[in-house]
């Protein structure tokens, strides 16, 4: 949960400012206080207490008509040298150009309000001044800068403490929100650890429910899970006394993050549910779309992925039609994980280019509206009590053109500022645009590799039932006919032709048994599987050395002192097999080598011929299947390959596999 987007607001304008003509302001229609204003045109102090009334009312609204008011205030209070009424219209102003986000105009008449505030020691214009600075740390927040904003808080719990402290909670509150930004948890604990204890003090439930669920989400934020349910539980009676829409969307939405971590799903979904009704009941955007993240992150974490799928594309529609684009960045990023639980690689790794672009898009927002901040905070900071209105004309001369030649140092020193983080910004968004490709590189590249581990492991157990099956199967058969075919030669009487044909099926059957036998063995060398790749290969090139096809040459170095596993093993002989093959088919060679050593954790293979030789590079352009299924058993073993050949000088192929 966050609050910074409420937090930085700190408009609060305490009861105490009233003037006692109209009463509570809160409870007046503006339009029954506009009748009152018109009523009483003289330019006196109870004009001033009417319009300051209408004031107070129509703050939050900063309706058109609110300024000429203020005006007209300080004009009258100028005339009466009427001291509150200036004290409140420079007040009003503060929060009137706050809410506006024009931050010079805010510090401008806050520096003035200030400067009225701090010379009058009644009670009124003390708590007038602790607001003041409450409010002027609001100014300072929406610009980043939380020290100062602190400062300020600090000065305003100090005089709480002295005239209200049942106004501390919300100070207290506060402060806790500047250190969370400035990442200083411990700090801000503690101050919300004081804010609940002086909500508890003040007797304010409302506020001691609000201060516990935001001490729960700092809690959450540093991982400490057990104490935030405990604190859940403590408060959750009051809670539930309170009927307060927005408390129970925090509350809920808190619970259901500390189940989630416990992986108690059902509680989880329970609780996220109830608060995403509540901010649907409450209408509030940004909090519908806070909620909806974390409940379809449970429900695909659960296995409801149905379910998940529809919150998904609620999320994702709504951040799209809000235009509230962190919450669209969430969006892809859970659809990208959905799809991938789905093994959905292709609509995976769509969201995932989406969220790229999008994050890229956000990085590139955020820097602009960065120095936008900094630009606003350097005119502020220069403008130290620019407008001191009680000062005469000369002296106002005079600070103008002293600020305006300040302001023009700062200016040049925010430029240089703004292009050291411009340069700066350009070379993370760079980075993070490398990162994320290399992510999706190697994401795919494992894809391949998996599909490539699981083809070979299937055609190595294919061929060897295969192999199993005609040895087996078929080789008994035959046999079995061999045999009943000799037993009965002894027993019929044939005539010498018909005795010479029984001779020669005998021998058609001894060949068609040889042949079985050869083409089992080529499937899966008996050899290999009983001992091994060393003793597979010597048996493989000397098979091909007897046919007379060609003179093959076998080595082998410390192959012996290693243990292979059978996949990787049947992988090698296959390749090995591929290339000795080539060499007869396409090199026209006469002799060949085959060696095989290891060294340092690698097992080299070399090949090499003595036939015709061939252009390499016309490597990248074949088509042929055996060459590719050389390359993707190399690929599969995270092997090197390096090929060399001269036209009739031969051919030679090393080989580079490491061993885990």
């Known amino acids: 949960m966050r609050w910074m987007s409420t937090a930085q607001r700190f408009i609060i304008v305490a009861a105490a400012m009233g003037y006692g003509y109209i009463g ?119 610009l980043a800068d939380y020290k100062r904003a602190i400062d300020h808080l600090t000065q305003a719990a100090t005089i709480f403490e002295k005239i209200d402290p049942d106004a501390l909670a919300s100070v207290y509150g506060n402060i806790a929100i500047m250190y969370a930004q400035l990442l200083l948890p411990e700090r801000a604990m503690e101050y919300d650890r004081r804010a609940i204890a002086a909500a508890e003090k003040a007797g304010d439930s409302l506020s001691f429910a609000r201060r516990s669920i935001g001490y729960v989400s700092r809690l959450l934020d540093a991982q400490n899970f057990r104490e935030a349910a405990k604190i859940l539980d403590k408060i959750e009676p009051v809670v539930m006394r309170l009927d307060n829409n927005a408390t129970y969307i925090f509350f809920y939405q808190n619970r259901g993050l500390v189940s989630k971590h416990e992986k108690q799903y059902e509680k989880a979904i329970s609780n996220l549910k109830k608060a995403y009704d509540y901010s649907l009941q409450n209408d509030n955007k940004q909090l519908e779309l806070t909620i909806l993240d974390p409940l379809s992150t449970v429900l695909t974490e659960s296995g409801k992925l149905k379910e998940a799928k529809q919150y998904l594309d609620t999320l994702l529609a709504k951040s799209v039609a809000f235009k509230i684009r962190t919450a669209e960045l969430n969006a892809y990023n859970n659809l990208a994980h959905w799809y991938m639980q789905n093994k959905d690689y292709e609509n995976a790794n769509k969201f995932l280019l989406k969220k790229i672009s999008l994050s890229d898009s956000l990085s590139s927002e955020e820097m602009k509206e960065n120095i936008a901040v900094m630009e606003t905070r350097f005119k502020v900071q220069g403008k130290d009590n620019e407008i ?111 005795a010479q044909a029984f001779e020669r099926s005998i021998d058609m059957l001894d060949s068609s048994i040889q042949e079985m036998r050869r083409v089992a063995h080529n499937m899966m060398p008996e050899a290999l599987v009983k001992f091994g790749l060393d003793t597979a290969l010597q048996d493989f090139c000397l098979h091909i050395s007897q046919s007379g096809a060609l003179k093959v040459s076998y080595q082998s170095i410390g192959l012996n002192d290693i243990q292979l596993e059978q996949t990787v093993a049947v992988t090698i002989y296959r390749i090995v097999q591929e290339l000795i093959n080539n060499s007869i088919k396409h090199a026209a060679a006469k002799t060949a080598i085959v060696q095989l050593s290891v060294t340092d954790h690698t097992l080299s293979v070399t090949v090499e011929d003595d036939g015709k030789g061939f252009d390499t590079t016309t490597l990248k352009q074949s088509s042929g299947i055996g060459w590719n299924n050389i390359e993707n058993r190399i690929i599969f073993l995270n092997g090197k390959l390096d090929i060399q050949s001269v036209n009739n000088k031969g051919t030679s192929v090393l080989i580079e596999l490491p061993l885990t």
């Not at 200030?114 to 927040?141: E, I, Q």
């Open 388 to 498: 001191k209105i009680l000062q005469d004309e000369k002296e106002i001369q005079q600070l103008s053109i002293r600020q305006k030649n300040t302001l023009n140092y700062v200016l040049f020193g925010g430029a240089a500022a703004l292009l050291v983080i411009l340069v700066l910004g350009y070379r993370n968004y760079k980075n993070r645009q490398k990162l994320q490709l290399q992510r999706i590189t190697e994401l795919e590249t494992q894809q391949q590799l998996t599909a490539t581990e699981a083809v070979l492991k299937g055609e190595s157990q294919e061929r060897t039932r295969l192999a199993k099956d005609l040895h087996d199967g078929l080789g008994g058969m035959l046999s079995g006919i061999k045999y009943s075919l000799n037993t009965m030669k002894g027993n019929l009487v044939m005539t010498p032709e018909n």
């Open 24 to 142: 509570t302001a809160q409870t007046k229609v503006l339009d029954s206080i506009k009748a009152e204003i018109n009523k009483h045109p003289q330019r006196d102090t109870l004009r001033v207490r009417i319009i300051t009334d209408y004031a107070r009312a129509a703050l939050n609204g900063n309706t058109s008509q609110l300024l000429p008011y203020l005006n007209e205030v300080i004009s009258i209070s100028k005339e009466l040298n009427y001291r509150k009424g200036l004290q409140a219209a420079y007040h009003y102003k503060q929060i009137y150009y706050s809410d506006k986000e024009d931050s010079e105009n805010a510090r401008a008449y806050a520096d003035t309000a200030f400067m009225l505030l701090k010379k009058d020691t009644s009670k009124f214009a003390v708590t007038s001044l602790a607001w003041l600075h409450n409010n002027v740390a609001g100014d300072y927040a929406k």
